[in-house]
């Protein structure tokens, strides 16, 4: 999300809310030690507990209904330890609808659902009582996660919902569903696998679903519209997006249809992350944080005014102990529910560094294997200290966190903020050591000049795995897009190689490799940056693509797989990076080659050299004695061999990769 979204309420936010409580006098609230929060369904009771530190009287109602009709009972809360309030019906309430509502002050806050609510109605408007067991798929206790050995051995795939399956030529019959993203067998007009199949075909270890919890910008009673969002937005944290349900009107749909999503991922060896947005909420006065605390959630400015690091017109206050507590146990729940693999924290800057650190104790307890990574960095200031901000500056103070290296992303393509600026891989000079720095995964390394890096002045990550090394992602434009608008005199055939220069490069590079979805097939977003509330026309995945640049499909695939085959370019430690890759000094600024070196991280190839010649034109460079078998160029991936190369010297294509081996 970075710096855009949204939306023009922020402006209004912050105008109307000029004022609001000081943030000493929060010190004081009681903090709640029970991990009881929300409501706990028996077929005998349900026991309905919220936290209203500073209400005088918490009502309850009861509907039979997500919407419309009147409450079939009202009922008062308790007041009871540390500032919850909690009231237990001795009937069986599953499938019923319910709302809470506050005093504060003399004033009746608005009718909402706890900010733990596991299942809600249309639109997120009331809470449902919900049988979780009997929202499993079938075989769902025998859901199992595919095999993982390293973080380093991650190739993610960053999807949206939506247009993964949309597109008229998807050959998906859920389009835009959870459901959607379970179906296989599926193909476009052309007889080439879509969607899910497409996925596993490609080879990528992980799908990253973005943000798919209830959020605000979508009215689930009007489909017909086909309004579109990124989700950037939340409204119910711990329940999924009902537009991407086939029924959002009945409380269940949602929760069954996206595990039985989860299964279908795992079952074809994929592994699920969610795209989280604890940073900030897309209403503020309105929000559910602020109908039971009202203020507390949110962060403020030494004016009392809303901090906005966020851009988004608010942002949470994760060092706040029940702004934290309710922050691990939300993520530990979908861990656990939903049989998540992964977590990315939107603007994970925004959050504290404790916070995080607690959050990746808690998910590791579980399952060691569970992947976390986020946005490094603040889309403005903020009132908590940057020593104390989770950014990647202070990527060495996170326990098993991971952030996203825009110091190699604006290296290959140029920077975000200057769209005519060029890159790497379309022969910009001065770039190299930013895309370097990428190389080693922002770790420390001696032959990285670190005056010349764009962004970092130093390195920022302790071990490779907390590296994401990508080009692009649904923010800004599409990696296609961005090579077009930067170089308008290029040829297409310019253009793709200098795409598969960029993926080639994030594919070798050592880290954990991060893909846009479609970027296989050149996706286009016909030059729109901030899509987030574009329409499909827009955003969606145009399965003719892959026909037509079905040349570009084979070689991402090539190299995906010649990632999971040779351990050399995802070694699992910094010590091992200084000890097996060392860069060739090639006296061309325009090329970077180095050497990995001893059988790397126990890889069948003694030594692998990588030539990447960001110059339009052919070079010829001297490579280390001895016999090597070139297995990449520009147009092929073949680890069989494409040719022997022995001379000492080797001439590299103008923008390409190439991967030779020697013994």
């Known amino acids: 999300m970075k710096r855009y979204l949204l939306i023009l309420l922020s402006i209004a936010m912050l ?113 449902m009582v919900a049988d979780m067991a009997l929202t499993n798929p079938t075989g769902w206790q025998n859901d199992k996660k ?32 959870f459901l959607g993203l379970a179906e296989t067998g599926t193909k476009s007009p052309d007889g080439e696998p879509t969607g899910l199949d497409h996925i596993k075909q490609l080879g990528v270890t992980h799908v990253h679903l973005l943000p798919a919890f209830d ?29 991407y349900s086939t029924n959002p009107y009945d409380g269940n749909a949602r929760i069954k249809e996206f595990k039985t999503m989860v299964q279908a991922l795992h ?38 005014s809303y901090s906005n690091a966020t851009g988004c017109g608010n942002e949470v206050a994760s060092e706040r102990a029940m702004v934290r507590k309710f922050i691990i146990e939300s993520i530990v729940y979908w861990a656990k529910e939903y049989h998540l ?53 202070n990527a060495a103070k996170l326990n098993e966190i991971a952030a996203f290296s825009d110091d190699i992303r604006d290296g290959l393509k140029g920077g975000w903020s200057d769209l005519k600026e060029k890159g790497f891989v379309s022969g910009a000079a001065g770039k190299a050591e930013s895309v370097k720095f990428g190389i080693v995964a922002s770790t420390p390394n001696p032959q990285v000049d670190y005056t010349k890096v764009n962004y970092s002045k130093a390195p920022w990550a302790a071990e490779p795995f907390q590296t994401i090394t990508y080009a692009s992602c649904h923010d800004d434009n599409t990696l ?55 329409p499909d026309s827009i955003n969606q995945i145009d399965w003719s ?13 090539g190299l995906i797989a010649l990632r999971k085959d040779h351990p050399a370019f995802r070694m699992a430690s910094t010590k091992m990076i200084q000890t097996n890759l060392k860069f060739i000094d090639t006296s061309d600024p325009g090329i970077i080659a180095y050497q990995l070196s001893n059988n790397a991280n126990g890889d069948s190839w ?54 030779l081996y020697g013994n």
């Not at 050995?149 to 190739?155: A, C, G, H, L, R």
């Not at 009215?219 to 944290?237: F, H, I, M, Q, V």
């Not at 693509?545 to 695939?557: C, D, Q, S």
Request: proline share 4%.
């Open 15 to 127: 105008t109307a809310f000029k004022s609001v409580q000081q943030t000493g006098s929060f010190d004081n609230f009681p903090a709640y030690a029970g991990n009881d929060l929300g409501v706990s369904y028996s077929p005998e009771k349900t026991t309905f507990k919220v936290w209203a530190p500073m209400a005088s009287e918490v009502k309850l109602r009861l509907y039979d209904a997500g919407n419309g009709g009147q409450a079939i009972s009202t009922v008062s809360m308790v007041k009871s330890i540390s500032g919850t309030w909690q009231n237990i019906i001795n009937k069986d309430l599953k499938n019923k609808y319910y709302t809470f509502q506050v005093m504060q002050d003399g004033k009746w806050l608005m009718e909402c659902p706890d900010i733990y609510a596991k299942a809600v109605g249309v639109n997120g408007a009331r809470g």
């Open 146 to 177: 595919p095999a993982l050995k390293s973080f380093t051995d991650i190739v993610l795939y960053e999807l949206h919902i939506r247009d993964i399956s949309i597109s008229p030529n998807s050959g998906i019959k859920n389009k835009g569903k």
């Open 215 to 243: 959020f605000n910008s979508i009215d689930e009673t009007k489909p017909e519209a086909n309004k579109y969002n990124w989700g950037y937005d939340p409204l119910n944290y711990n329940v999924p997006e009902g537009s």
């Open 267 to 304: 079952k074809n060896g994929l592994r699920v992350i969610l795209d989280v947005v604890y940073n900030h909420t897309s209403d503020t006065k309105n929000s559910n944080f602020n109908q039971f605390a009202p203020n507390y959630f949110y962060r403020q400015n030494a004016d009392g």
């Open 341 to 393: 693999d992964g977590f990315r924290f939107d603007l994970m800057g925004v959050h504290d560094i404790e916070t995080m650190n607690q959050v990746s104790a808690a998910l590791h307890k579980i399952d060691p294997t569970i992947f976390i990574y986020g946005e490094g960095w603040t889309a403005g200031d903020s009132p908590l200290p940057e020593d104390q901000r989770a950014i990647k500056k």
């Open 480 to 534: 296609f897009d961005r090579l077009k608008i930067s170089n308008p005199g290029a040829s297409e055939a310019d253009l793709i190689k200098m795409d598969k220069l960029a993926n080639a490069i994030v594919l070798t590079s050592q880290g954990v490799s991060f893909l846009h979805a479609g970027a296989e097939m050149l996706r286009t977003k016909q030059g729109v940056a901030n899509s987030y509330n574009q």
């Open 545 to 557: 693509r892959k026909t037509k640049y079905k040349a570009v499909f084979n070689y991402y695939k």
């Open 606 to 659: 003694k030594n692998i050299l990588v030539v990447l010649n960001g110059n339009p034109s052919d070079k010829t460079i001297k490579i280390p004695a001895g016999k090597w078998t070139l297995v990449a160029d520009e147009n092929t991936i073949n680890e069989k061999g494409i040719k022997e190369v022995s001379s000492g010297d080797i001439t590299v294509t103008g923008t390409a990769a190439y991967v």
